[in-house]
């Protein structure tokens, strides 16, 4: 008789899965409604890149998840790590999950480092949080957790106080602290943003091995695309505090379908394209999130806008397998270039800022999306 062996049920692969999502926060001025209906999924070792200019919610997103907002926001929606609910966890129940099991990485690694004591210390104690291990055993690991993020004479550095480090070996030793207890996912809010651009790379390729050792899935959050580009499997861009396109790095980079997505990848300095690269600025700030009017929030500064942008807010819809877009005209996008949408101006490439205020918009709708159709 030949006995039928059944697979194990197939274990979820999602670890992270965040469902309309909303936070507003009440202000003397009226409701901030600075997260609107976001909904994202991570899988097992995934990087999720989330792209946005300042203010577009990108910060809000994430530290609601992880129970770090003020007690004022009022916050709605779902975000379920391995299928459990953390919103609504108390500060008890979700210091047991931070750290453990999700671990976030912020922008300025002296906010998370203690300046009176030593890194090694530091690494040493979140491992002894979450683990009933010989201080010995958590000093090695301290070592051991330097080293995997790049960190030269890591046995020597283990000693070192924080102000004895540089920016970009901070950033290191925040990132070892977040993989100490092996998290499933970590969050990286920024994490390169106030380092110059070598030591930008160099961080990145600590979170990079960071992840990969521990087999983690990131969120690496940034207002910069050009980071996301060769880290991220899949990117989320937000808007105005919405997800407004989302999808394979691919998709977003060479079929991108809503304008601003398109405008952000206009913004980048192509190093290819040497001294004389062309560039096409958004132009204008993104809306106030009090009171946002109705319709498109990127209609002020989009050079496509036509009357229905002004009457409904476009869903987030699918446009093709796997990748979303919300825009009343993402059809007819895709195979549109920045320049084609916004107006080029040329710059040097060696100059940190882009003089935004003397572009003006492509303004000749017709040939673009006819184009475009
Ligand atoms: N505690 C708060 N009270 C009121 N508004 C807030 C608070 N925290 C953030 N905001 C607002 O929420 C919006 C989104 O902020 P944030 O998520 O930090 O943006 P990002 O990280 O994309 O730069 C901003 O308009 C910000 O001013
Ligand atoms: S919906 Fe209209 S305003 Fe909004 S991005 Fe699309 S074309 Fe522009
Ligand atoms: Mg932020």
């Known amino acids: 008789m030949t006995s039928i062996s059944l697979d194990p049920p197939v274990a979820t692969d ?8 909303s936070v ?6 009226g409701l901030v409604k600075a997260v609107r209906g976001v909904s994202y999924s991570l899988k097992r070792g995934e990087t999720l890149g989330i792209v946005g200019e ?3 919610g990108k910060s809000v997103t994430s530290l609601a998840l992880m129970g770090l907002l003020p007690r004022s926001a009022r916050i709605t929606g779902s975000a379920k790590f391995r299928g ?3 919103l609504g966890k108390n500060d008890r129940e979700m210091s047991a999950v931070r750290g453990k099991h999700l671990a976030m990485i912020f922008q300025d690694p002296l906010t998370s480092l203690n ?3 030593p890194i090694g210390k530091q690494i040493a104690e979140a491992v002894l949080v979450h683990n009933e291990v010989s201080k010995r055993t958590a000093w090695d690991r301290a070592v051991e957790l330097l ?11 283990v000693h070192n106080y924080p102000h004895e480090m540089s920016g970009g070996m901070r950033q290191r030793v925040v990132i070892a602290i977040a993989m100490a207890n092996n998290p499933e996912v970590m969050i990286a809010d920024e994490p390169t943003t106030a380092l110059d651009v070598t030591v930008q790379a160099q961080v990145l390729e600590a979170l990079e091995a960071a992840r ?3 087999g983690a899935a990131l969120v690496l959050i940034t207002h910069d695309l050009g980071v996301i580009a060769g880290h991220a499997d899949r990117i989320c ?3 105005a505090g919405k997800l407004v396109e989302s999808g394979t790095v691919d998709d977003i980079f060479y079929r991108p379908r809503m304008p601003y997505a398109l405008g952000l990848l206009g913004s980048l300095p192509r190093v290819d394209e040497g001294r004389d690269a062309r560039l096409t600025p958004i132009v204008g700030t993104p809306p106030s999130l009090l009171n946002l009017p109705p319709g498109c929030p990127f209609r002020p500064r989009c050079p496509l806008a036509q009357e229905v942008c002004d009457e409904s807010e476009p869903p987030l819809a699918q446009v093709e397998h796997g990748h979303l877009a919300a825009c009343h005209f993402s059809d007819q996008l895709g195979s549109a270039s920045a320049a084609d949408v916004f107006t080029v101006t040329s710059i040097d490439v060696d100059t940190d800022e882009v003089d935004v205020a003397s572009t003006s918009l492509a303004t000749d709708v017709a040939d673009v999306t006819e184009e475009g159709a």
């Open 24 to 29: 507003a926060f009440p202000t003397e001025d």
């Open 212 to 214: 990969t050792e521990i």
């Open 14 to 21: 999602t670890v992270l899965e965040v469902s309309d999502l």
């Open 147 to 157: 080293r995997v993020v790049g960190i030269p004479h890591a046995e020597q550095r």
């Open 237 to 239: 861009v937000m808007y």
């Open 115 to 117: 300046p009176v004591y």
């Open 54 to 56: 300042s203010g577009s």
């Open 84 to 86: 459990e609910e953390l």
